[in-house]
């Protein structure tokens, strides 16, 4: 099982699309046994008396028009003891690179990295929040997502048996 968490500055708009999307497309490609998804925020902006915020209406919008219904998920903050819980932990952008490991007192297992790295164009994801341009922010996850999900198919082994070929 592969335990990967999305992260993101507020854990509303970026990291929960693609924690929704990453996982959809595990799913069709009858892979979806093989990998517990979830986010998480960089910072508790989002959360108020231990209760996080919705996913943000916009992103909200979009991943229903694709068939994903984020009813439910709330704002979560990244934890030090999630390093040893998860398996990769995968950015937007170099600041939230940055807050993960300062957070994790470093990287020593190397588990941090960028989204957009899994993709022959690394950059990072822009923020819709300050863009306002969620049609770009989801084209970039959607991309990510699927270099990542190619990533895992050529280089990681599941369960003694590698899912290249299962795409």
């Known amino acids: 099982m592969i335990k990967i968490l999305f992260i993101c500055h507020g ?3 970026r990291s929960p ?33 231990g209760c996080g915020n919705p996913v943000y209406p ?25 390093y040893s819980r998860y398996d990769y932990f995968i950015g937007m952008d170099e600041e939230n690179l940055q807050d993960m490991k300062r957070i994790f007192h470093g990287d020593p297992a190397h588990k941090c990295s960028l989204l957009m790295d899994y993709t022959p164009n690394p950059r990072p994801v822009a923020d819709p929040w300050y863009t306002r341009d969620f049609q770009k922010t989801w084209n ?28």
């Open 11 to 13: 854990n509303i708009c």
């Open 17 to 49: 699309m693609a924690e929704f999307v990453f996982r959809k497309m595990a799913v069709d490609a009858g892979l979806s046994d093989h990998f517990i998804i979830a986010s998480a925020a960089t910072t508790d902006e989002e959360i108020w008396n």
């Open 58 to 82: 916009p992103v909200e919008q979009l991943l229903k028009a694709h068939g994903m219904d984020p009813d439910g998920k709330r704002a979560a903050l990244l934890r030090r003891s999630d």
């Open 140 to 167: 970039d996850v959607d991309e990510g997502c699927r270099g990542l999900l190619a990533f895992f198919r050529h280089t990681e082994m599941i369960w003694g048996n590698t899912i290249e070929g299962r795409l």
